[in-house]
C-alpha cells in the first residue's frame, strides 16, 4: 500500500478508507490508483 501511496500520490490512509469495504472511492481516485491519467478536451 505504501507503494500505491507513493506513486499515485495519495496519501496511505486516504486509500485504506477509500478501497475498504465500506469505502466510497471517486472515479478520479480510482484511476491515480491505477496509475492512469486522462485529460477532458472540449469538443467544438
Same mark, same amino acid.
Given at each position: %500500500? /505504501?507503494?500505491?501511496? *507513493? $506513486? &499515485?500520490?495519495?496519501?496511505? *490512509? /486516504?486509500?485504506? !478508507?477509500?478501497?475498504?469495504?465500506?469505502?466510497?472511492? %471517486? @472515479? &478520479?481516485? /480510482? %484511476? !491515480?490508483?491505477?496509475? /492512469?491519467? @486522462?485529460?477532458?478536451? $472540449?469538443? &467544438?
Amino acid at each position: %500500500m /505504501i507503494e500505491v501511496a *507513493e $506513486k &499515485s500520490g495519495l496519501g496511505r *490512509e /486516504i486509500l485504506y !478508507k477509500t478501497l475498504s469495504p465500506n469505502g466510497n472511492p %471517486m @472515479f &478520479s481516485t /480510482i %484511476m !491515480k490508483t491505477l496509475g /492512469i491519467g @486522462f485529460n477532458s478536451y $472540449k469538443l &467544438s
